[in-house]
């Protein structure tokens, strides 16, 4: 008698468990719901979704069925999604490691393709700063805890000698430019040293944004910004209602990559505006972020974002 209760009552656990593997569709669809299942244009659930208009090019992004439009801007793009309509509201400009380090001629002497993108980078900042999006700052910024709890892979990476002694956070010594002027680098990529602020013309350009409000400046302590479960910047993302990223920075296939894969499997919209990234890596490497770019999201060019926003005001 005990061993038939017994086994009935594993029986019942079991079959509630499996319920709970298997028969998923109709909680979640509870909780999630959809944003129409009559729509076939339409891609995702209630809460984070894409629209295909009519015209079978143009993809939607507002999620305007549920929050607020204010003035949305319609955005041509160069891959297979060929345009788009963005919210500014919930639309941001990343900047990713754009920093003395990985950009100063002196300091990184192969980084041309980087310091390319410097011009785009700040034509786009003052475009997205004009419709009312955010601009955000995310760089390398390391403190004495991260040295601590950061993998012996990264502190390689960074270490000119495979030990400590020259790996994050240890004194650069110092920079003596064409002119003469002698600059104090600081410690290697930590927090307010000089070497990890923005390079050139784009260190005016973040400081009038932090002072304006427009911009928002965002430390982290591996390639991605947005890397494990919370991240202060994902943390202003979420309570943003921000759906949409464009993206750029240094180096295009390793911190700006890292950035934009870890938003695309959180959920944003992806956006790789080419022009404004670099790398030192071979070709073969941006070719992959441009492929995979534009599997994941989008891919935009500033001049044609720029002149789309420009006719639309």
Known sequence: MRSTLAMQFLLALATTSLAQVYDTYGSITALAGTANDTDPTI???????????????????????????TSPKTIPMLGYRSE???????????????????????????????????????????????????????????????????????????????????????EMGTLTEDNGTTIELGKKLCRGSWNARPWG???????????????????????????GSQTPLGLYLQESQTTTLFIGGVNSDQCVWGNLIDAYFK??????????????????????VRYNADGDGFLANSTYVIDALNKQK
């Open 43 to 69: 891609l995702g659930n209630y809460y984070n979704y894409w629209k295909l208009l009519n015209n079978k090019t143009t993809w939607d992004l507002t999620r305007s069925d549920r929050l607020p439009v």
């Open 84 to 170: 788009a309509i963005i919210e500014p509201n919930r639309t941001a400009f990343m900047i990713v490691d754009m920093q003395n380090f990985f950009l100063h001629p002196k300091l990184s002497p192969h980084a041309v393709n980087g310091r390319k993108a410097v011009q785009p980078t700040l034509n786009m900042i003052d475009a997205f700063r004009g419709m009312g999006s955010k601009i955000l700052w995310v760089n390398w910024g390391i403190d004495s805890f991260d040295l601590v709890t950061m993998p012996p892979s990264f502190l390689d990476g960074f270490s000119t000698n495979d030990q400590m002694n020259t790996t994050f956070c240890t």
């Open 201 to 227: 013309p784009l260190d005016p350009a973040m400081v009038e944004g932090l002072d304006s409000g427009t911009d928002l400046y965002f430390n982290k302590n591996r390639l991605s910004g947005l890397w």
């Open 267 to 288: 959920g944003f919209d992806v956006v790789y505006v080419e022009d404004c990234a670099g790398t030192t890596s071979p070709w073969y490497a941006e070719e992959m």
